[in-house]
């Protein structure tokens, strides 16, 4: 189970104007759960497109599976070298049942005839696997939006998927869902997949990431185990300068007169909010 599923490097995609991604490397382990961070615009999404097979990077850098070197034509060539990507939008069929949603796109499961008992035999399977019970003749436009997370993960599990992309898979989650998500991600190493992981998050990327690779404006600025970072260290390696924390939240708070505070806002990551006066009241 040691070692690489997936090496980039020099990685570099170029649009009109604008170098995406310059010389990035990327190292995916077997069964690890790898985090890809950075700000707005620092190539995460392009990266994860070159990935997918849905965008062609510039000539000069290599993509290697299971050490051997591969090209991306097309989706279907990184489907078929087991890599799987869950969009936000989780690219579902509402109107279709979760059994169709997880088999959708095996064409031995179709044909001249849809073959209904294969379907259901290989969705439950999946479903099996990651541990969840979900009625099979379900449209998943009934679902929850966690509920339909995870039948795409289990679409990557019907497609036997090495490595599976998660692009801010909690955004639209509960504590509770995300909690079941994780469940999920971590049985999932333990198979031997692996994930990488995309969200500004940072307290969820700590609670399940093994490495992070973090990109600054197009390119890479190292890997990282997870015990040599903390959230400021992460912070300073994303925005390329140090953010002292401290500083910034508790030295406004002593020279300025608080007008309105806001505690306990629904949102997890929002705990405090201070709004304060433009000039130091005079005393
Ligand atoms: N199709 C495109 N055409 C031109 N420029 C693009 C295109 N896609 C992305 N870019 C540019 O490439 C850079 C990297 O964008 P990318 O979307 O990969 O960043 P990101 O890290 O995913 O950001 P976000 O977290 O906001 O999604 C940005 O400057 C972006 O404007």
Request: charged share 25%; glycine share 8%; proline share 3%.
């Amino acid at each position: 189970m040691a070692g690489n599923f997936l090496e980039m490097a020099n990685m570099s995609k170029t649009y009109p104007g604008v170098r995406a991604l310059h010389n990035v490397s990327l190292e995916v382990r077997r069964g690890e759960v790898h985090a890809l961070v950075g700000e707005n615009g620092a190539g995460k999404s392009t990266l994860i497109k070159i990935l997918a097979g849905v965008i062609q990077p510039d000539p000069g850098g290599e993509l290697r599976i299971d050490g051997k070197p591969i090209v991306f034509h097309s989706a279907s060539d990184a489907i078929h070298q087991g890599i799987s990507v869950n969009y936000q939008d989780l690219s579902l069929f509402p109107n279709l049942s979760v059994a169709e949603n997880i088999t959708m796109g095996q064409s031995k499961l179709s044909g001249f005839r849809v073959k209904w008992s294969e379907i259901r035999k290989t969705a439950a399977s999946a479903l099996e696997r990651l541990g969840i019970s979900l009625d099979l003749h379900d449209p998943v436009e009934n679902l929850s939006i966690a509920k339909q997370q995870l039948v795409s993960i289990a679409r990557a599990i019907a497609f036997d998927a090495k490595l599976i992309i998660l692009d801010e898979p909690t955004s639209s989650l509960s504590s509770g869902e995300v909690e079941v998500l994780f469940r999920i991600i971590r049985e999932l190493k333990e198979k031997g997949i692996s994930i990488l992981f995309v969200s500004h998050k940072l307290d969820e990327l700590f609670a399940v990431s093994d490495r992070f690779t973090v990109l600054r404006d197009g390119q890479w600025v190292g890997c990282y185990e997870r015990e040599q970072l903390d959230q400021a260290k992460l912070i300073s390696l994303m925005v390329g300068r140090s953010i002292e924390y401290e500083k910034l939240v508790e030295e406004p708070f002593k020279t300025y007169e608080t007008v309105l505070e806001v505690s306990g806002l629904s949102k997890k990551e929002i705990s405090r909010i201070f709004i304060f006066r433009s000039e130091p009241e005079k005393s």
